[in-house]
């Protein structure tokens, strides 16, 4: 049995970081209904990363999927997100406006009892 503050950890991160039908031009259309700021404040976050895939493809992330990576765990495949970044500084929520950029990346994301809690960003994979 899972405990209640793991799975809310989990389901936040599902909020902020999973949407597979996710667009480089929805990130205002997104983030404001999903209630998305900074931490235990409402400022807007400088940055929102959203994941282009299902819950499960990014939970796996955390078992055969996925490699160590410091305290984390890595991506094998590159998955495609989306990168949302504020363009009115200093503004709060629910006035967040955000431009959208598309990327496909290798994520590094914090597991906890085998599920997905936290993102740690994108590494960018240049091939030889």
Request: hydrophobic share 30%; glycine share 8%.
């Amino acid at each position: 049995m899972h405990s209640f503050i793991h799975t809310d950890r989990y389901q936040k991160f599902i909020n902020q970081h999973i949407n597979g039908g996710m667009s480089q031009t929805r990130c205002d259309a997104v983030i404001s209904p999903r209630g998305i700021s900074k931490t235990d404040s409402s400022e807007c976050k400088e940055t929102n990363t959203f994941i282009r895939a299902t819950t499960n493809l990014v939970k796996q992330i955390c078992g055969s999927a996925g490699e160590p990576y410091g305290q984390m765990k890595k991506s094998l495949q590159p998955f495609d997100v989306v990168v949302c970044t504020l363009r009115n500084q200093g503004a709060r929520h629910p006035h967040c406006q955000y431009r959208g950029t598309s990327r496909t990346r290798i994520i590094a994301i914090r597991c906890e009892q085998g599920f997905p809690v936290h993102y740690d960003g994108d590494i960018v994979v240049f091939d030889d």
